[in-house]
């Protein structure tokens, strides 16, 4: 029997999160399609729904990285929400890696992209996803 997918992922850091609006062009059509995402060392996940938007810091300051990340968020017919958080490396001997998340909402999805790790490459991946949706970490 095959694990079930992920949800969020526990920690014990706290964001409060505003979604605002959003920068998604609204001229653009999304369009529900089937989509396989690869899973490491499990079974590969389908669903039927848009890919939203899809960010990676494979190239910085015009360089090509040996190692990056690339995040792609999916909304299901259904209304939920799917992350993927693919790690690529270039170097020998050294594995990909893929990871799939399920979140109810947007601030489920900013929860899961904060916590998942904390190297700055990867967090400004996230904080390009999360800006193409308006989102913003609310300070009191």
Known sequence: MTKPVESTPQSDKKYKI???GGT???EKVL???QHK???SGDLPVFFKGKLLVTKNNQFRKGNQQ???HQISVYQTTSGRYVVY???RTAWVGELDQDEVYVAND???VAKILLNHSDSRPYRDV???IMDHFGMAEMID
Do not use: G, H
């Open 24 to 26: 998604m062009s609204e």
């Open 37 to 39: 995402l690869p899973r």
């Open 85 to 87: 958080i693919a790690y």
């Open 106 to 108: 947007l601030n489920e």
């Open 66 to 68: 040996s190692r990056w």
């Open 126 to 128: 996230v904080a390009s």
């Open 31 to 33: 369009v529900d399609e």
């Open 18 to 20: 505003i979604v605002k």
